[in-house]
């Protein structure tokens, strides 16, 4: 079982409209959650990080952590198509080490 | 303040062939990562090193060597590639553990 799960899309969202990207991960100790954005042929840049239960906001996007279903979630508001990207979910089970997701590849359709 | 770089950006490989992939940052940070990035799998750990002079073996580490030179350097060496190491390469450092990770802009690595 991978340690962290993604649906690998693409998903499709029309512009203005909220996208959901969803995340599920095995470790039920795992301590921190990120959500990185990747364009294509381009490196990972991090957008938004979670450590405690709920949710946590920061302009349009929003991550949403449930540690009792080991689950995690990225909503943009307002999407762009400027927010076409492929979006990564990690984990940190345990000391340094990060787990990626396969990525969740998002279009917004203008 | 250039963040992490990396050398080189593109390569081409015959197997059997070596090389070292070098990777250096500017941000004073302990903790540097080597990921390799395939369709599909995503993002894999080969090595990592959470400070100057420890390495430690990731997800992926067999066929890689790795040294950290200093606080600021961490090398990734192919002694005798093969064609299932083509693939994206990334540096990465962070502060701390669960800090921001800052990735470097990538080695595409092909082996012939």
């Known amino acids: 079982q991978k340690e962290v799960e993604q649906n690998s899309g693409p998903l499709s969202v029309p512009e203005g409209a909220i996208a959901s990207l969803n995340c599920t991960y095995s470790?039920?100790?795992?301590?921190?959650f990120f959500w990185y954005r990747q364009y294509s042929g381009k490196s990972p840049e991090l957008i938004m990080f979670?450590?405690?239960?709920g949710d946590k906001e920061d302009g349009r996007f929003t991550a949403q952590l449930n540690k009792a279903s080991q689950y995690v979630s990225l909503l943009i508001r307002d999407s762009q198509p400027s927010d076409s990207a492929t979006y990564l979910c990690?984990?940190?089970?345990?000391?340094?080490?990060?787990?990626f997701g396969t990525g969740t590849s998002l279009t917004v359709i203008p | 303040n250039a963040g992490v770089t990396q050398t080189p950006k593109f390569q081409v490989l015959k197997t059997g062939q070596s090389m070292t992939l070098q990777c250096a940052q500017d941000m004073n940070h302990n903790s540097m990562y080597w990921y390799r990035q395939d369709p599909g799998m995503g993002l894999r750990l080969i090595y990592y090193?959470?400070?100057?002079?420890?390495?430690d073996k990731g997800e992926v580490p067999n066929g890689y060597n790795v040294s950290r030179l200093n606080k600021r350097e961490f090398s990734l060496r192919l002694e005798s590639a093969a064609p299932s190491q083509t693939s994206v390469y990334f540096c990465?450092?962070?502060?701390?553990?669960?800090?921001?990770?800052?990735f470097g802009p990538g080695t595409r690595l092909t082996v012939l």
């Open positions: 990690a984990v940190t089970p345990f000391g340094n080490q990060f787990y």
């Open positions: 979670i450590y405690s239960n």
């Open positions: 990465v450092s962070s502060g701390t553990g669960t800090d921001t990770q800052y």
């Open positions: 090193s959470a400070s100057e002079g420890t390495t």
């Open positions: 470790d039920r100790g795992s301590q921190s």
